[in-house]
């Protein structure tokens, strides 16, 4: 076994009784309540899964394994020559909740390395894809097509010991993770640069690797690093994460899983809300007349109060649980003050921020006012030249699989059930209700 997985093992066997013990002698000690307004509405806080993978606090925001954003990009260890940490280190975390020596990181780089090589069909599965397909469908497919790789499978069709499911989740979980980069990058070159692949380099660590099949020079690198931990996992009830984790409990394999969790991504009110972001934003800039003409507070309150008198929601602005500005927002907010403080997309956005939760609150609609993670990230994207917005989402995506399959992983190893909510009719609320 590798080190990550011996010590992904001693992590389970040392887990397991809490779970069972939780089950067995607590098993109906009531957690909370369920209230009318939460079932017609999409189950809002409602406390009905369980992760040990990252907790989000509606104030704080996101910690990852009990690390706050700003610590956890501080304590993991750095690729050499750049700024952020190795994405595989990250990955270690969310699997061990460690934070990893620099030698644990080096020994899941190395295992990464001789995971990534994707086979020929499933580029021949995207180039059959009508060009006009979205970058997000084509990302979906990729990965289902490789459904037939999954070890899980064929160990489970051989008969698999219950206890054992997480082993053959993990290898599935990890070879799917170092091949998504080079899948992104091939549905970007294959797309938008007319079929110029730019071949994977193997020893290049998994942000580094990603891109320089891109084909964007520094610190491009450390963004791609950054984007995929920041958008890695919320908790488990987001559309994606749960999607995921839904799926896999039906014990499908993490490939149908991590597709359909990618499905689920691609709406427009979870992550291809980046990629609205900056279309609403370019048509903030062909109104102004250029992307240089910077407007004003006032002309930019003008831009929200027309979108929101149209009956549409400001991208990137607003959040399921979330009561204050997200800290992913914010650690990219910082990313443009070092690097391109100057840049008028950046001016924008900053413009954005100062005018918008004065508006969403005075309106009285949205819980919270403040921005997400979608708010910002195009900016960046935009500044390196991928301009490609349709792509953007993708980039989530890739980060997204990486809390997805961490999840999945430690459910199988916890034993969770099949997932299986109650339906209940609209006669039997009005009952409840006592309307009826
Ligand atoms: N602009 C305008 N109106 C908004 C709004 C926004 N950014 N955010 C919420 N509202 C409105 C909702 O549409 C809803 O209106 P109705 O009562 O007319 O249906 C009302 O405020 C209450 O919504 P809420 O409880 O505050 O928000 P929800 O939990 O239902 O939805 C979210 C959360 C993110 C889908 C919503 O804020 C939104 O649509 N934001 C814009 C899209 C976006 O940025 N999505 C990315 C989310 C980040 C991620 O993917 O993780």
Known sequence: MSKLKDKLAEKIEAHRPRTTRLLKEYGDVKV??????????GMRS????????????????????????????????????????????????????DVPTDEDVKSVADEFKTRKVVP????????A???????????????????????????????????????????DSLNLLAKLPEIAAFIYRLKYKGGDIIPSNPNLDMGGDFAHMMGIDAPYDDVARLYFILHSDHE??????????????????VYYATSAMLDGLAGPLHGLANQEVLSWMQGVMDKMGGENKIPTEEEMKKFVWDTLNSGQVIPGYGHAVLR?????????????????????????????????????????????????????SGVIQWYYGLKEYDFYTVLF???????VLANITWDRALGYPLERPKSLTTDMLEKIAGIK
């Open 32 to 41: 909370g309540e369920v209230t009318m307004e939460q079932l017609i509405g």
């Open 46 to 97: 409602v406390k009905s899964l369980v992760t040990d993978i990252s907790y989000l606090d509606p104030m704080e925001g996101i910690r990852f394994r009990g690390f706050t954003i700003p610590e956890t990009l501080e304590k993991l260890p750095k690729v050499p020559g750049g700024k952020m940490p190795y994405v595989e280190g990250f990955i270690y975390l969310l699997l061990t909740g």
């Open 120 to 127: 020929q069909y499933v580029f021949d599965v995207l180039k």
């Open 129 to 171: 894809m009508p060009s006009d397909s979205h970058p997000m469908a084509m990302l979906s497919a990729a990965v289902v097509s490789m459904q037939r790789e999954s070890i899980f499978v064929k160990e489970y069709n051989a008969g698999l010991n219950k206890m054992d499911y997480w082993k053959p989740t993990y290898e």
């Open 236 to 253: 488990s009830g987001n559309v994606s994460a749960h999607t995921g984790h839904l799926v896999a409990s039906a014990l499908s394999d």
């Open 324 to 376: 204050k500005t997200d800290p992913r927002y914010q650690a990219q907010r910082e990313f443009c003050l070092e690097y391109m403080p100057d840049y008028p997309l950046f001016k924008y956005v900053d413009v954005l921020y100062k005018v918008t939760p004065d508006i969403l609150r005075e309106q009285g609609k949205a819980k919270n006012p403040w921005p997400n993670v979608d708010a910002q």
């Open 397 to 403: 995506g890739v980060g997204r699989a990486i809390g």
